[in-house]
């Protein structure tokens, strides 16, 4: 399919939902971020990513990585590609400009990462990565290492990882092996072995910087023993030239069921010399910096499947002949109608519809929070903080989960031609699927949500959120005209803290009611939290069609879609609660000899 960036539903939500530029006359260091540079980006961004991107998106996936004694070769095109990336200045959007940064708000930079990932969700793990890196960097690296790496990091001539996950202990941080011992010169000897290491080697940068966590010597035990640590491939001279190569191999690619032209290395520090960043064993502690940014660029490829889905799906839905409409033909001058007219057809693309809409709605909601937290102050920054904590699981699960329903719808609208690779549709299957595993996986990410950031808050965290909620509901109560949105929400937003409160009750019967309960409270979660800005855009919709306007199908298209996700997709949601209630005992009462086949 040939993608095409959809830059006016962007600039609905920035410039109509959101009102982004608002939000950074808040923000003294983004005031001069008005509606038109916002717009120069997006209309930057979509014509490199669909004159250059998206051509290599296929041919990338057919050619994948290459693999040679520790040398990796990415496929043609994306070493030229990222050298334009870069010329662009997409690398340096959003970075420090003292250390050659454009200083743009971290949530301008989220929109130009939704256009190129959709185009070529393989091409962006590559300077996502490093923009992960430079956070942390800015955040918590020594001036003297700020200074040796980030200029070079920002300007895309070197690149960044995050070497986190061993085989052993995969998402359980706390097990890790990987060792740091003090050198005499005050650096630190890394060995040990990382595997899923995204562009942990390839062929684009003179040198890479991973990001390791490690043990020093004594630490303790569990997460409160690990350290944090600056590795650079290629080890750094005094004057900042590239010196000799650092003890850091790549060990193997591994063979992937999607995102094959993005390398996923097997990495081994065999005493590679490397520095510590922050305070020692409190390592965890500043990769959350990391690994947040990498969370909301997560719930971005959820958001791209969705988008993508559609757009393929939408095109194909036009064209293909199929049958004739049960309420009379809508085609004539043809031997059939298109299958659109077909109202499962319609159901599949409305929910992929939904689902890319909302989910930008979504993202794009959160990343303001990411701007405040880096550069507000005060309530306002902490606000902002508890909302981030609230929101991040939400959305990287949530959204990663519906992106991949949707990418599967994309696959169905297409028939049989969906499972051919040529039309793009099960390429996009293939690399979702990651999307609901890395950076935390679904059931991660709900343990993470309903566990540690609503019921460990005692309810105040989503306390903040829910009250946001109601107060947008009493402000539409009395207009009619919105009571198909405003009265659903209204209810599920007031069952959405008594199922909470509920959870908490069974959890003093049963330590698993958490576990047992945490996906569904997440889809339940999500749900709502989708349908409130779902309800937000139909107000924006309505409000500009009462006003007159040029765009009477854009926004009647905008209303009718958040009627679909109400009568459609939240009914969704009594069936999680159905769920919820029927406690742990279904899944713990089976011992585990009887789990036999």
Same mark, same amino acid.
């Given at each position: 399919?040939?993608?095409?960036?959809?830059?006016?539903?962007?600039?609905?939500?920035?410039?109509?939902?959101?009102?982004?530029? !608002?939000?950074?006359?808040?923000?003294?260091?983004?005031?001069?971020?008005?509606?038109?540079?916002?717009?120069?980006?997006?209309?930057?961004?979509?014509?490199?990513?669909?004159?250059?991107?998206?051509?290599?998106?296929?041919?990338?996936?057919? !050619?994948?990585?290459?693999?040679?004694?520790?040398?990796?070769?990415?496929?043609?095109?994306?070493?030229?590609?990222?050298?334009?990336?870069?010329?662009?200045?997409?690398?340096?959007?959003?970075?420090?400009? !003292?250390?050659?940064?454009?200083?743009?708000?971290?949530?301008?930079?989220?929109?130009?990462?939704?256009?190129?990932?959709?185009?070529?969700?393989?091409?962006?793990?590559?300077?996502?990565?490093?923009?992960?890196?430079?956070?942390?960097?800015?955040?918590?690296?020594?001036?003297?290492?700020?200074?040796?790496? /980030?200029?070079? +990091?920002?300007?895309?001539?070197?690149?960044?990882?995050?070497?986190?996950?061993?085989?052993?202990?995969?998402?359980?941080?706390?097990?890790?092996?990987?060792?740091?011992?003090?050198?005499?010169?005050?650096?630190?000897?890394?060995?040990?072995?990382?595997?899923?290491?995204? %562009?942990?080697?390839?062929?684009?940068?003179?040198?890479?910087?991973?990001?390791? /966590?490690?043990?020093?010597?004594?630490?303790?035990?569990?997460?409160?023993?690990?350290?944090?640590?600056?590795?650079?491939?290629?080890?750094?001279?005094?004057?900042?030239?590239?010196?000799?190569?650092?003890?850091?191999?790549?060990?193997?690619?591994?063979?992937?069921?999607?995102?094959?032209?993005?390398?996923?290395?097997?990495?081994?520090?065999?005493? %590679?010399?490397?520095?510590?960043?922050?305070?020692?064993?409190?390592? /965890?502690?500043?990769?959350?910096?990391?690994?947040?940014?990498?969370?909301?660029?997560?719930?971005?490829?959820?958001?791209?499947?969705?988008?993508?889905?559609?757009?393929?799906?939408?095109?194909?839905?036009?064209?293909?002949?199929?049958?004739?409409? /049960?309420?009379?033909?809508?085609?004539?001058?043809?031997?059939?109608?298109?299958?659109?007219?077909?109202?499962?057809?319609?159901? +599949?693309?409305?929910?992929?519809? %939904?689902?890319?809409?909302?989910?930008?709605a979504l993202v794009y909601y959160l990343s303001l929070f990411a701007d405040t937290v880096d550069k507000g102050e005060g309530d306002a920054q902490k606000l902002a903080d508890q909302m981030l904590s609230l929101l991040?699981?939400?959305?990287?699960?949530?959204?990663?989960?519906?992106?991949?329903?949707?990418?599967?719808?994309?696959?169905?609208?297409?028939?049989?031609?969906?499972?051919?690779?040529?039309?793009?549709?099960?390429?996009?299957?293939?690399?979702?699927?990651?999307?609901?595993?890395?950076?935390?996986?679904?059931?991660?990410?709900?343990?993470?949500?309903?566990?540690?950031?609503?019921?460990?808050?005692?309810?105040?965290?989503?306390?903040?959120?829910?009250?946001?909620?109601?107060?947008?509901?009493?402000?539409?109560?009395?207009?009619?005209?919105?009571?198909?949105?405003?009265?659903?929400?209204?209810?599920?937003?007031?069952?959405? %803290?008594?199922?909470?409160?509920?959870?908490?009750?069974?959890?003093?019967?049963?330590?698993?009611?958490?576990?047992?309960?945490?996906?569904?409270?997440?889809?339940?979660?999500?749900?709502?939290?989708?349908?409130?800005?779902?309800?937000?855009?139909?107000?924006?919709?309505?409000?500009?069609?009462?006003?007159?306007?040029? !765009?009477?199908?854009?926004?009647?298209?905008?209303?009718?879609?958040?009627?679909?996700?109400?009568?459609?997709?939240?009914?969704?949601?009594?069936?999680?609660?159905?769920?919820?209630?029927?406690?742990?005992?279904?899944?713990?009462?089976?011992?585990?000899?009887?789990?036999?086949?």
């Amino acid at each position: 399919m040939q993608y095409k960036a959809p830059i006016r539903d962007i600039q609905f939500v920035m410039h109509d939902l959101l009102n982004s530029v !608002e939000h950074y006359q808040t923000l003294p260091v983004y005031q001069d971020v008005e509606a038109d540079v916002i717009n120069s980006y997006i209309e930057a961004a979509a014509s490199f990513a669909e004159n250059e991107l998206a051509p290599l998106n296929r041919t990338g996936d057919i !050619e994948g990585c290459q693999f040679n004694d520790g040398v990796v070769t990415t496929p043609k095109g994306f070493k030229e590609a990222y050298k334009q990336y870069c010329e662009l200045g997409f690398v340096s959007l959003a970075a420090d400009e !003292e250390f050659g940064g454009q200083g743009m708000p971290f949530s301008l930079s989220t929109v130009t990462n939704e256009i190129m990932g959709t185009a070529n969700w393989s091409f962006s793990m590559y300077p996502g990565l490093s923009h992960g890196a430079i956070a942390t960097l800015e955040h918590h690296g020594s001036d003297a290492q700020k200074e040796i790496y /980030l200029e070079k +990091m920002v300007t895309g001539e070197w690149s960044g990882t995050m070497c986190l996950t061993e085989a052993h202990a995969g998402s359980d941080l706390g097990l890790i092996r990987t060792k740091a011992e003090p050198s005499d010169d005050g650096s630190y000897r890394i060995t040990g072995q990382k595997i899923f290491i995204s %562009a942990g080697e390839h062929d684009m940068t003179d040198n890479i910087i991973h990001i390791v /966590l490690a043990r020093l010597p004594n630490a303790p035990a569990g997460t409160k023993g690990i350290s944090l640590f600056i590795v650079p491939k290629v080890n750094i001279n005094a004057e900042g030239s590239l010196g000799d190569r650092n003890q850091v191999t790549c060990g193997a690619i591994e063979h992937k069921m999607g995102i094959k032209a993005s390398a996923t290395c097997v990495m081994n520090f065999d005493g %590679a010399k490397g520095f510590l960043i922050g305070p020692e064993n409190r390592g /965890l502690n500043c990769m959350f910096t990391f690994m947040n940014v990498a969370r909301i660029g997560t719930a971005v490829q959820g958001l791209t499947a969705a988008e993508y889905a559609f757009q393929g799906s939408l095109t194909y839905a036009k064209d293909r002949l199929a049958m004739r409409s /049960l309420s009379g033909v809508k085609a004539p001058d043809k031997v059939a109608d298109p299958i659109i007219v077909h109202p499962a057809v319609r159901n +599949m693309l409305l929910t992929s519809k %939904a689902f890319a809409e909302g989910g930008r709605a979504l993202v794009y909601y959160l990343s303001l929070f990411a701007d405040t937290v880096d550069k507000g102050e005060g309530d306002a920054q902490k606000l902002a903080d508890q909302m981030l904590s609230l929101l991040t699981p939400i959305a990287k699960a949530f959204l990663t989960e519906t992106g991949y329903e949707a990418a599967n719808h994309g696959v169905q609208v297409y028939g049989g031609h969906g499972y051919i690779s040529e039309w793009g549709m099960e390429q996009n299957v293939r690399d979702t699927r990651i999307a609901c595993l890395y950076e935390g996986t679904t059931e991660i990410q709900a343990l993470d949500l309903l566990g540690r950031k609503v019921l460990g808050s005692q309810g105040k965290m989503l306390a903040i959120f829910t009250k946001e909620i109601h107060t947008f509901c009493k402000q539409h109560a009395d207009d009619d005209s919105l009571g198909e949105f405003i009265r659903p929400l209204t209810k599920l937003n007031s069952e959405w %803290a008594d199922v909470t409160a509920r959870i908490g009750m069974q959890a003093t019967q049963d330590p698993d009611a958490v576990g047992a309960a945490a996906v569904d409270y997440m889809y339940f979660s999500g749900y709502i939290t989708l349908a409130y800005l779902w309800a937000k855009m139909a107000v924006v919709a309505k409000e500009k069609l009462a006003a007159g306007t040029t !765009e009477d199908d854009f926004y009647e298209a905008k209303v009718k879609t958040a009627q679909f996700y109400f009568s459609k997709l939240l009914p969704r949601t009594r069936t999680y609660l159905a769920r919820i209630d029927s406690g742990a005992a279904p899944y713990m009462s089976m011992s585990v000899d009887q789990f036999a086949f």
